[in-house]
């Protein structure tokens, strides 16, 4: 019996990727130059690319060279399609700096692939905060998680207005579409790439050099690395984030009052990259219930430390409870990084990568106002509220590293003298007594010769 045509003819890479799965799952591991290359082999793979709405869901334009503005270049230098327009009076700052996104922007909706973008990440580019309000509010965008991480010309008080504007309560049903705004946290850093030799290179040859000479050959090898990458990637990410382990301060930046007036108000509409502190001193009803200086009522803060699912050095918990993923509200949980691959949704974007059949973590995240005096800088041990009143120093809260050791003795002799009992007071100076106090003193007189 002849063997049919389908055993026979080989299965191509076009072929793959008209199957909208595959073409779902693997797009994302691509970058954007990579794939509008693969739409320019030829009129097959253009009409895959550009007429299927899973290609770009993902977009990722952060290495996209055409959207850096390039430091100290001249506002009327051409050469640029976003710089040819005649330049006047009539063009903002903000207009001049969002150009390069415009442009993208423009070409993408032409070719009716913008409002296929579900996740697009604009880290490190310049985005005023006029373009995140057209990605906001426009129709042309469906934007649903977005990551604008250390992006440049971006003015926090403008985007705290244009997202208090979005989630007002006289809001049209249905709106924002924007789910998930990654805007406190560091970006990725990029991956690894070798030096490029200055050295002018020997173009290839025009005859066929073997079977890794045809273009769909070189496409697959990329792959097979790219994937490689991402298995390792994946990997590297099985462990639990940063914000679900004892890791000290997560934000390097202290985010400002407004920030936390803006997540409050945003509360259970866009999610963010962090979340506000929910300890007591922030509940003014507890605080007035519980009158007392180390109870005293304190603004809303946002959350920048994370202190591990172990909890209180004494009751192994705190006492607003730990947040966790699904059995908390999601306004709760912050955004992990990097953006999820695959989703666009808040929700698989907070959800932390556990093993089969484990539990979730547990979150417990303060900010420094609720901290201070009860939180050791080195070692992260804390003490909760009900547990340890804080020391009643004023200079409790100053970081020990930065004393010498004769101030250190000085500092613990007034403690003395004040009538206190050293081995009362858990925190001193930002550091615990018990440990890191102790190492410290020690290696700052070592180095000072008091004792040594």
Not at 78 to 100: I, V
Not at 130 to 146: C, K, Q, S, Y
Not at 275 to 286: E, I, N, S, T, Y
Request: hydrophobic share 35%; proline share 7%.
């Amino acid at each position: 019996m002849a063997p049919s045509a389908d055993a026979t003819t080989p299965i191509t890479l076009h072929d793959l990727l008209s199957n909208s799965l595959l073409l779902r799952q693997t797009t994302p591991y691509l970058s954007t130059a990579s794939i509008f290359a693969l739409a320019s082999v030829n009129k097959a793979f253009r009409a895959l690319i550009y007429h299927s709405p899973d290609a770009l869901r993902y977009l990722d334009l952060s290495t996209v060279k055409s959207a850096v503005i390039q430091n100290h270049a001249p506002l009327d230098r051409g050469g640029n399609t976003w710089r040819a327009e005649r330049m006047d009076e009539a063009l903002t700052e903000d207009d001049f700096y969002s150009g390069p996104l415009r442009g993208i922007f423009n070409k993408l909706e032409k070719k009716n692939v913008l409002e296929h973008v579900y996740t697009l990440v604009l880290d490190g580019l310049s985005v005023p905060a006029d373009l995140v309000r057209e990605i906001v509010a426009e129709d042309r965008f469906n934007v649903r998680i977005l990551s604008i991480r250390e992006a440049e010309h971006l003015n926090e008080r403008k985007l705290q207005q244009v997202l208090r504007y979005a989630v007002r309560p006289t809001r049209p049903a249905g709106t924002p579409r924007l789910k998930g705004l990654y805007v406190f946290g560091a970006k990725e850093p990029g991956p690894a790439t070798e030096p490029v030799s200055r050295k002018k290179q020997r173009s290839p040859p025009r005859t066929p050099g073997g079977v890794m000479s045809s273009l769909g050959a070189q496409i697959g090898a990329e792959w097979n690395q790219r994937s490689s990458n991402a298995l390792s990637s994946a990997l590297a990410r099985s462990e639990h984030h940063k914000w679900y382990q004892s890791a000290g301060r997560v934000l390097h930046k202290r985010p400002s009052a407004e920030w936390a007036e803006t997540l409050k108000a945003c509360e259970g509409i866009i999610f963010f990259d962090a979340v506000l502190c929910r300890g007591p001193r922030h509940d003014l009803a507890a605080s007035r219930a519980d009158s007392g200086p180390q109870n005293a009522y304190l603004h809303p803060a946002v959350a920048s430390i994370a202190l591990g699912p172990s909890g209180c050095q004494s009751c192994h918990s705190c006492q607003e409870g730990p947040a966790e993923f699904g059995s908390s509200p999601a306004h709760h949980l912050p955004l992990l990084s990097p953006p999820p691959l695959h989703s666009s949704t808040a929700q698989s974007a907070q959800k932390p990568s556990v093993s089969p059949g484990s539990p979730f973590p547990k979150l417990i995240a303060r900010c420094e106002d609720c901290l201070r005096g009860r939180w050791c800088e080195r070692c992260n041990k804390w003490w909760d509220e009900k547990c340890y009143a804080g020391s009643s120093n004023p200079h409790s809260h100053v970081n020990g590293s930065t004393l010498t050791a004769m101030q250190q003795t000085e500092a613990l002799q007034e403690i003395s003298a004040e009538g206190q009992n050293l081995r009362d007071i858990k925190v001193h100076m930002g550091l615990c007594t018990a440990h890191c106090l102790v190492e410290e003193m020690m290696s700052g007189a070592g180095s000072a010769g008091m004792w040594g």
